[in-house]
T-cell receptor, first 113, second 112 residues
Framework: DGGITQSPKYLFRKEGQNVTLSCEQN?????MYWYRQDPGQGLRLIYY???????QKGDIAEGYSVSREKKESFPLTVTSAQKNPTAFYLC????????????FGAGSRLTVL | GDSVTQMEGPVTLSEEAFLTINCTYT??????LFWYVQYPGEGLQLLLK?????DKGSNKGFEATYRKETTSFHLEKGSVQVSDSAVYFC???????????FGTGTSLTVIP
């Protein structure tokens, strides 16, 4: 079955360390997104990519970086510059930018110790 | 700017009770409106959508009607089940951009 795979599901990081969250999709979708979910704040967009080798900052991009070297992969790096990285991170994709339906992965929970 | 405001939870209902979760939006132009559902430990799944005024989205017994005059998209279900326990997110996508805007989510617990 097609879908989005995020890994790892749980991740612990010490302060000052960078960490990379994986997102892979086999849906042949052009657009991919990273959201951060915090209690009581809903989902906030970190970065999105409309096509390979292209990406744009979302509302809360500071302290994060991404790459889109392959259509199926959109990894997110949480850098040490991110002041409060403990959160639930969700990757999503859509068939093209501006499409009406987002397909989500199961998420990765990052905890900074 | 574009935004979604939804009813705060948590909401606790008995099985077979009627459910309403309120959602209002602010947007330029004519957005598409959505309800997504998140079951524990999972990502979000699309529950229903409506792309123009007066459209009614429906799925699994849930319904929501796009009301332009009141800028609302309230979620309803006539008889909830324990399996409906989840967090529900209202969302919009404007027709001028590629971003989705999500509400803060409403947690629903249905007790037998």
């Amino acid at each position: 079955d097609g879908g989005i795979t995020q890994s790892p599901k749980y991740l612990f990081r010490k302060e000052g360390q960078n960490v990379t969250l994986s997102c892979e999709q086999n849906l042949n979708h052009d657009a991919m997104y990273w959201y951060r979910q915090d209690p009581g704040q809903g989902l906030r967009l970190i970065y999105y990519s409309q096509i390979v080798n292209d990406f744009q900052k979302g509302d809360i991009a500071e302290g994060y970086s991404v790459s889109r070297e392959k259509k199926e992969s959109f990894p997110l790096t949480v850098t040490s510059a991110q002041k409060n990285p403990t959160a639930f991170y969700l990757c999503a994709s859509s068939i093209k930018a501006g499409a009406n339906v987002l397909t989500f992965g199961a998420g990765s929970r990052l905890t900074v110790l | 700017g574009d935004s979604v405001t939804q009813m705060e939870g948590p909401v606790t209902l008995s099985e077979e009770a009627f459910l309403t979760i309120n959602c209002t939006y602010t947007a330029t132009g004519y957005p598409s409106l959505f309800w997504y559902v998140q079951y524990p430990g999972e990502g979000l799944q699309l529950l229903l959508k409506a792309t123009k005024a007066d459209d009614k989205g429906s799925n699994k017994g849930f319904e929501a009607t796009y009301r332009k005059e009141t800028t609302s998209f309230h979620l309803e279900k006539g008889s909830v089940q324990v399996s409906d326990s989840a967090v529900y997110f209202c969302a919009l996508r404007t027709n001028t951009g590629n971003q989705f805007y999500f509400g803060t989510g409403t947690s629903l617990t249905v007790i037998p």
